[in-house]
């Protein structure tokens, strides 16, 4: 699978290369104060901050599952081989369409309500999880409520960070990648510890707790440091 990743990587790499017209940067510093200045732009934006720890909770939860579910579809009373629980990600597939309609919502200026519902969804994604530890359906379910809900909050999250500043937008997506990365390795470390600890019943309440806090914290910032503000014109924020 990394062997065929690589080398689709690389395909797409020259198609983007031939596809992509050639762009001056608009910014034009030294790549130390570059990387610097992505440090700068999030803490200089409160709402980037929030929005950070928002996504990061995210991929957290998301990678405990992913992981955890390894765990469970290889063991009774299931006992898949690898190749099969790879299998299940195709469920996911319906987390991709979802995205198609999140931006819809962004652009009408449902952001932050449909955020919200996002959080509400993958809540309820790891309730049901927590009995879906005999049942191929509900695992199933749980795979397509989880990634529609992460996918439609991921898009949303990035929509807002991008709305605060046209010119620093690649350094926003620099600070997103990283929090969410992680998010998303303290998730897939968390799972082993949990599965020990309390195998899947751990998890699920892990999850569910992780998205509640995520849901604690997009009603905090839902009136005030989560609000995208217009964002200023390019010759105001350089440097930034």
């Known amino acids: ?18 596809a992509i017209p050639p762009l001056a940067p608009r910014t034009r510093m030294p790549y130390p104060q570059l990387i610097a200045s992505v440090g700068a732009v999030v803490v200089r934006e409160r709402a980037v901050r929030w929005t950070l720890v928002l996504a990061a909770s995210g991929f957290a939860a998301f990678s405990l599952f992913w992981t955890a579910l390894t765990f469970l579809l ?3 009373p299931f006992r898949y081989p ?51 530890v005999r049942s191929v359906a509900l695992v199933i379910i749980v795979i397509v409520m989880l990634d529609v809900a ?5 898009l949303l999250n990035r929509a807002r960070l991008f709305a605060l500043s046209h010119e620093a937008r690649s350094r926003l997506n620099t600070a997103l990648a990283t929090g969410n990365f992680v998010g998303a390795a303290i998730g897939s470390a968390a799972a082993t510890v949990l599965w020990s600890a ?15 806090l995520a849901l604690i914290v997009w009603a905090l910032g839902r009136r005030g440091p989560l609000v995208s503000r217009v964002a200023p014109p390019d010759n105001a924020i350089q440097g930034a």
Do not use: E
Not at 150 to 154: D, E, G, M, N
């Open 74 to 76: 290889s063991g009774p």
């Open 1 to 18: 699978m990394f062997a065929l990743a690589a080398v689709l990587a690389v395909l797409l790499a020259i198609v983007l290369c031939r």
């Open 82 to 132: 690898v190749a099969v629980i790879g299998m299940f990600g195709l469920a996911g597939l319906a987390g991709v369409l979802s995205g198609l309609r999140g931006g819809r919502l962004h652009d009408r200026g449902w952001s932050l309500p449909a955020t919200g519902a996002a959080w509400v969804l993958a809540l309820t994604a790891f309730v049901v999880a927590a009995f879906a």
């Open 198 to 212: 309390g195998d899947w019943t751990a998890v699920t309440i892990a999850g569910a707790a992780l998205y509640c």
């Open 150 to 154: 992460l996918q439609t909050q991921a």
